[in-house]
């Protein structure tokens, strides 16, 4: 008689819609179990010892708040503030502080964004104006005081006449155009200038 162990492994998986539960049932007798019976139970959380997850609080409008954690304005926070590629400094200060703190940045941007607006305003204002201005000495001295720089784009087209020489294999079919017009680009050694568009025309041969 073999002492070989006959054995069925039946694997189970809840619908995906409703939970990630995976069951396994192994019969030793090799036989296939016959279902009783399906009981619907819920299963009360339970209090386990041990690791337990680091509750975190974010302050802000779009923070979660758990119903446990009450406001304190008065609670002291750490947090660090940045000083561009400097080193970072760590202060600590009440909640109701930081608030104030918050609400004031807010404000500033709105009024920085604004101010900015109306410099742009008056820059469109003296570029517009100073060419034919009689008082370009007071346009200029405004635009300094605000930090406008008294610069316009203007559209160019330009000519560049370009001789050098190729190497070509005599064995082979060429297009001198082809091969000129493929290779040959232009670029500007001046951060001011931009280079949209270009074409290379009038190749030819040099005698």
Known sequence: ????LISSKYTFACDPNECDCLMEITCPCGRKPTLLSVE??????????????????TIGSDAFHSPAVEYNPNLLVTYKVLHGYSDPEYTTSKVASLEWDLHNGRQSQKTVSLLQSKINTVKDIILEAYADSD???TLQSIAEALGIEL???????????VSGTVTLNLLE?????SEITDCLYVDANN????????EVCHVREAY
């Open 135 to 137: 008082d370009q000495d």
């Open 173 to 177: 079919d060429y297009d001198l155009e």
């Open 151 to 161: 610069t316009r784009d203007i559209q160019f087209t330009a000519t560049v006449e």
């Open 191 to 198: 951060g001011n200038i931009v280079i949209d568009e270009q």
């Open 40 to 57: 619907h139970a819920t299963i009360q959380p339970t209090e386990t010892k041990g690791n337990t997850m680091e509750e975190t609080t």
């Open 1 to 4: 008689m073999s002492n070989e």
